[in-house]
């Protein structure tokens, strides 16, 4: 079966742009979460969803970085004002429910801020 | 609050020996803990969970890991080494009363030398 696809795999963008990720999860999976990869670093988290809420983004490093999930499937992590910083592999991950459960992640998008 | 520190940073074994990868966690309430592997260009699959039921945990590929409260530790270990096995290993903790954020630890790069 599908598992969960990000789009796009790389991404490149200037200083002060505005760039927005994709996730799609597995089918049927509740929860979905992101994170973001710095070299030489594990996963930070950044935000999970339950359905369409966020239950927790207290990852979410400053407000140029939202992330939303209107139906409770498709997610977009949104970053405004791109700064070098940002420059990062963003993984996306879904899970069946929030509860200690395996997350199954994507190949994750490389975005890079020149 | 939780926390996840992986002891090192890279390990080398020659195929055929013992694997020993080493985790401490930190963590306010009853911990969930996992392992994930990534290997180059690949996505994160986990390769074990303990989630409060038998303290040694078995998982894919002969890896398994033993869950010590007393030493708050979760060291992953495999009898004998494939070439296959090279990959970066990260611990993860999670706690049942926020069990949608999840911690990484920053990883540890095994090698396997012929």
């Known amino acids: 079966g599908a598992g969960v696809s990000q789009t796009p795999s790389n991404k490149v963008t200037e200083k002060g742009k505005y760039v927005e990720l994709r996730c799609d999860p597995i089918?049927?999976?509740?929860?979905l979460y992101w994170y973001r990869q710095s070299l030489g670093q594990g996963p930070e988290f950044l935000i999970y969803?339950?359905?369409?809420?966020?239950?927790?983004d207290s990852g979410l490093p400053n407000d140029r970085f939202f992330a939303v999930r209107p139906e409770g499937s498709v997610s977009t992590l949104k970053i405004q004002r791109t700064e070098r910083g940002d420059s990062a592999v963003y993984l996306c991950?879904?899970?069946?429910?929030?509860?200690?459960?395996?997350?199954?992640f994507g190949p994750g998008t490389r975005l890079t801020v020149l | 609050a939780q926390s996840v520190t992986q002891l090192d940073s890279h390990v080398s074994v020659s195929e055929g020996t013992p694997v020993l990868l080493r985790c401490n966690y930190s963590?306010?309430?009853?911990?969930?803990l996992f392992w994930y592997v990534q290997h180059p260009n690949k996505g994160l699959q986990l390769l074990l969970k303990?989630?409060?039921?038998?303290?040694l945990v078995k998982g894919i590929n002969g890896f398994e890991a033993e869950f010590k409260k007393s030493e708050t530790s979760f060291h992953l270990t495999k009898p004998s080494a494939h070439m296959s096995d090279a990959a970066e290993y990260f611990c993860?903790?999670?706690?049942?009363?926020?069990?949608?954020?999840?911690?990484f630890g920053d990883g540890t790069t095994l090698t396997v030398k012929p």
């Open positions: 993860v903790v999670s706690v049942n009363t926020n069990a949608g954020k999840s911690t």
């Open positions: 991950a879904s899970s069946l429910r929030p509860t200690a459960n395996e997350q199954f």
């Open positions: 969803f339950q359905g369409t809420g966020a239950a927790d």
């Open positions: 089918s049927g999976h509740t929860a």
């Open positions: 303990y989630t409060s039921a038998a303290t």
């Open positions: 963590s306010s309430y009853s911990p969930s």
